[in-house]
């Protein structure tokens, strides 16, 4: 059992060495699409949230989400969404995810990248974990996602548009 437990740390300890974090800062307007009460305390409801991200990387660009949210006796049961990033040179990230419970103010969940333009193509099937919090019809969030080192490259090396 020692030796388990002494493996098991040095594996995460090498893991979290060679693993690149790309670390994304959102926060925007939420703006309801349209709800079905089915009853009191349980309902869909389709939002969208459009806003602007910063990267630990000095990236910038516009944000776009489309949410789903089913909440039943006051909680969280469900919400999908998908993603949209534009950065400053206008290429694009797509992500979907998923979170499975949480207040309605609050909450993480988890995103895989599904789709890019062809340059940010190594970050495809990145794993990405987030957090957002809502104040009224603000949302802020961050995303941490675990890349390879080619797209580290990638996103360090994002370039400005000439002439903008």
């Known amino acids: 059992m020692k030796y388990f437990l002494l493996l098991s740390i040095l594996y995460f300890n090498f ?3 060679y693993s690149n974090d790309y670390v994304i800062n959102i926060s925007g307007k939420k703006k ?7 009853s009191d305390n349980y309902f869909y409801r389709a939002i969208k949230l459009d806003g602007a991200f910063t990267d630990n990387f000095g990236n910038y660009g516009d944000f776009e989400s489309s949410v789903t949210i089913v909440m039943k006796q006051g909680k969280i049961y469900r919400v999908d969404f998908s993603n949209k990033y534009i950065f400053q040179n206008n290429q694009m990230i ?3 995810g998923k979170r499975a419970d949480g207040g309605k ?3 993480v969940g988890k995103a895989t990248i599904i789709a890019t333009d ?3 193509k ?4 990145s794993k990405c974990v987030y957090s957002i919090k809502y104040f009224k019809d603000t949302f802020f969030s961050i995303m941490k996602c675990k ?3 080619i797209a580290l490259r990638r996103l360090k090396n994002i370039k400005e548009i000439a002439n903008e």
């Open 15 to 17: 893991y979290n060495l």
């Open 32 to 38: 309801l699409i349209t709800e079905h009460k089915y």
């Open 94 to 96: 797509f992500m979907e």
């Open 105 to 107: 103010g609050t909450g």
């Open 118 to 120: 062809n340059d940010l």
């Open 122 to 125: 190594n970050l495809l099937d």
């Open 147 to 149: 890349v390879n080192d």
